[in-house]
């Protein structure tokens, strides 16, 4: 009853406010598309001001800006970073609709500038905060790991992210697990963004149109997870002209196929990927059959498939079709008969729907399918083995936009999800069928939310944003719901510094089980149950930004806190796969997470990029329950992914029209990890050998080396003439002063040299990349 009063109470508020707003409208709607000259590709963030009347509008996904003016005749002014910009002359009369098309800068050099949310001045004037945004244009400028370019690797140059270790694309915001980000492709969840066991991600930045990730201050729109969101968008496709890109590197080759299905109609984006580590494991495995002590080397590889396609129905009305198709396979066949195979990906399609009711009101209705499985199977002589698990999505969404004036932007939604859970599959048995066994354990759940929200602009220096979600969940006979209270303020202190707060509250119902001691990626998600509570957080954060330099830098600070509850780990010895009662393997804990962000960014100039600084706290207590101690005997605890300090510095620099350097600097405190004090000697049985037993000390009280890595690159535009198409050379050198980052730490035994009995223990570190120099060559024609 309570949650339905105060439901039917928000959307009343709501109500009132609309006829209110819509009477104090007495101006002109000027609206429309800002779209890129020779590709017709729609700009996201553009900037449209009218610099006589102090006003503008940032372009919003899908390229769409609207204004509110009194009426009279203006200069409008449209920019975006990397083009041209256009001002025109407009007497505004009546309601109109202008779309602006912009040329890419006649000096190409534009690319180099890192893309943001509008320009600096305009990323001081919004409500939110701790949210970063980023293009496939600067991914591909900034040296990679095998010279394969990668979105999430970039992200984890942002303050306030990351990474789970050595060459990992994993992602840890604001002192969130992994599985608490929510990763959105063109609106659809993917479940896990990660190839070869998670050195790189699944987004090819030949399809990446742009990310937003955010880091708190979520907008009510979104919901599901703890941490972050991870919005990424696809391109449309060229709507000009039929375009062939792609790319050639050390590891993998990408082609690109774009074109119009009408012009002036529809647009289609056809991009593909593939790695070829098997071509030459295969062709080594080959030479050295028969040899004697020979080891074969595992295959590997992966592909990817992304598709886009968007058609006008009519002046208002549009669709897009967009896809996704990702698959990793790995496989051991050895000579004495024991073949491995393993294989994983992501399933994903979204249709929708785009309707524009008049000038102030926007409708988007969408259904997507999300899939994700693995596969593990092995077979050793006459006896065949396999275990599988797959989580399966099938959602309906629909958000209604409504612009009442230049002081509210009011957002209403709706969106259902039905998932189905293959938490275990297991078949064995033998070749002639004598001995057969088999598990299939399923469950479903639906969950479901409905949200509103306002962006309220009372004067000149107040800006707020503020909304509710009510989310719920269903699994059998259980039922969860809550609210999720989302707030955000902004006050200009002055024209250069704005102050800026944010709350918000959020819930996660499905949870992901998976074994920290696995270095396959066998993830379990499993739903809220009875015994199983859904997990939820809360974050504040507060900052202050400035303007410096005549517009060129923007320097934030931002500090959050953020306390969760329910959160979610495993008692020792734990059975996660194929286990009816996986309820029971569960323990139940608290975290806290706080800390401060320094940020500072220039785009403007020959020279471009950032620093940033992470000041961070993460911690864990999980008390005794359920017949345990619980963790760490229910102290509390550092997790393994808790870096005290982080510290990125990201420059670009244009050395001449054709010729791009770039480099990034990171560091970060060592990993916390378990390292055992000392040993005692055991001897089960008199005479029999003695057995040396680590002692641990609580959870995580020892730290690995620092991390820190210099990557180098440089970008040679190729001259395209008659043999050349337009093309480049990316020169990039990973880890240049080759640090032997700790990637693990073990111990050896030391033996004496007389009696060879061990005398002690030698920790040692293992490593993974060394310097890493490559090449790849990109083309365009």
Request: with cysteine; glycine share 10%.
């Amino acid at each position: 009853m309570t949650l339905r009063f105060l439901l039917l109470a928000f959307f009343i508020g709501f109500g009132c406010l609309l006829p209110a707003a819509a009477r104090a409208q007495a101006r002109y709607v000027l609206s429309g598309l800002v779209r890129a000259t020779g590709t017709a590709e729609t700009l996201p963030g553009a900037t449209v001001a009218v610099p006589a009347l102090g006003l503008g509008a940032t372009a919003d996904a899908r390229g769409a800006y609207s204004l509110t003016l009194p009426a009279g005749r203006y200069q409008v002014v449209v920019s975006f970073i990397g083009y041209e910009s256009q001002a025109r002359e407009l007497n505004l009369t009546r309601d109109q609709r202008q779309n602006f098309q912009l040329a890419a800068a006649g000096n190409q050099l534009g690319e180099v500038v890192v893309q943001g949310t509008g320009t600096l001045a305009q990323k001081l004037q919004t409500t939110q905060m701790s949210v970063e945004r980023l293009t496939a244009k600067e991914a591909k400028l900034l040296p990679a790991l095998f010279g394969e370019v990668d979105i999430l690797k970039t992200l984890q140059l942002k303050p306030g992210v990351q990474s789970g270790g050595e060459g990992t694309s994993g992602l840890f915001v604001r002192g969130g697990s992994a599985d608490q980000n929510l990763v959105l492709l063109d609106d659809a969840l993917v479940y896990n963004p990660s190839h070869l066991f998670g050195l790189f991600s699944v987004f090819n930045p030949d399809a990446v149109q742009s990310v937003d990730l955010y880091k708190g201050g979520f907008p009510a729109q979104y919901g599901g997870r703890l941490s972050s969101v991870v919005d990424v968008k696809l391109r449309p496709g060229n709507a000009e002209k039929f375009t062939t890109s792609g790319g050639i590197g050390l590891i993998s080759s990408r082609l690109t196929l774009e074109g119009p299905i009408k012009k002036g109609k529809g647009a289609f984006l056809l991009s593909g990927r593939r790695t070829y580590f098997d071509i030459f494991t295969r062709q080594i495995n080959k030479l050295n059959e028969g040899k004697p002590d020979s080891n074969p080397i595992p295959d590997y590889y992966f592909y990817d498939l992304n598709a886009k396609a968007n058609y006008k129905l009519g002046d208002k009305d549009e669709v897009f079709l967009s896809g996704y198709l990702g698959h990793d396979v790995f496989g051991f066949n050895s000579t004495n008969g024991f073949n491995f195979d393993f294989s994983w990906g992501n399933k994903v399609a979204a249709l929708r729907w785009s309707h524009q009711f008049n000038q102030r009101l926007f409708l988007n209705t969408s259904a997507s399918y999300t899939g994700y499985a693995y596969s593990i199977s092995n077979r050793l002589d006459q006896f065949a083995f396999n275990l599988s698990s797959d989580i399966q999505d099938f959602t309906l969404r629909s958000d209604l936009d409504y612009r009442p004036n230049d002081r509210h932007t009011l957002r209403f939604g709706v969106t259902g999800t039905d998932h189905r859970f293959g938490t275990g599959r297991l078949r064995a048995g033998s070749e002639d069928g004598r001995l057969s066994l088999g598990s299939d354990i399923t469950y479903y759940g639906r969950e479901g939310a409905v949200y509103a929200s306002d962006i309220y602009k009372p004067s000149d220096k107040w800006q707020f944003e503020y909304g509710l979600r009510a989310s719920g969940f269903q699994s059998g006979q259980d039922q969860f719901g809550g609210l999720e209270p989302r707030a955000a303020a902004r006050y200009s202190l002055t024209p250069n510094v704005s102050l800026k707060g944010s709350y918000a509250l959020m819930y996660q119902y499905v949870h992901l089980v998976t074994n920290s001691g696995a270095s396959l990626p066998t993830d379990i998600w499993y739903p809220s149950r009875q015994s199983v509570k859904p997990q939820r957080s809360q974050q504040v954060a507060a900052g202050v930004s400035w303007l410096l330099g005549d517009g060129r830098y923007l320097l934030t600070n931002e500090v959050y806190y953020k306390w969760a509850q329910r959160q979610i780990d495993f008692k020792d010895g734990a059975q996660l796969f194929v286990n009816p009662d996986l309820d029971s393997e569960f323990l139940f804990g608290k975290g806290w997470a706080y800390g401060n962000e320094i940020y500072l960014e220039k785009k403007q100039g020959r020279t471009t990029g950032w620093i940033g600084y992470t000041l961070a706290w993460t911690k864990r207590q999980f008390p005794a329950q359920r017949g345990t101690s619980g963790i760490n005997n229910g102290n509390t605890f550092y997790p393994t992914y808790d870096r005290r300090h982080n510290l990125t510095v990201v420059v670009l620099h244009s050395l001449s029209e054709r010729v791009k350097l770039t480099g990034s600097f990171v560091y970060s405190s060592g990993q916390a990890t378990t390292l055992p004090l000392g040993r005692f000697l055991f001897q089960d049985v008199y005479g029999a050998d003695v057995s040396a037993v680590p002692i641990y000390p609580q959870r995580n009280t020892y730290r690995l080396a620092p991390y820190h890595r210099l990557d180098l690159g440089v970008v040679w535009q190729l001259r395209p003439n008659r043999w050349i198409p337009e093309s480049d050379l990316t020169f990039s050198v990973y880890n240049a002063y080759s640090r032997r980052n700790p990637y693990f730490v073990y111990f050896d035994q030391v033996k004496d040299s007389q009696t060879k009995q061990v005398t002690s223990y030698r920790a040692r570190q293992v490593s993974l990349f060394p310097v890493i120099p490559s090449v790849t060559y990109n083309f365009k024609f």
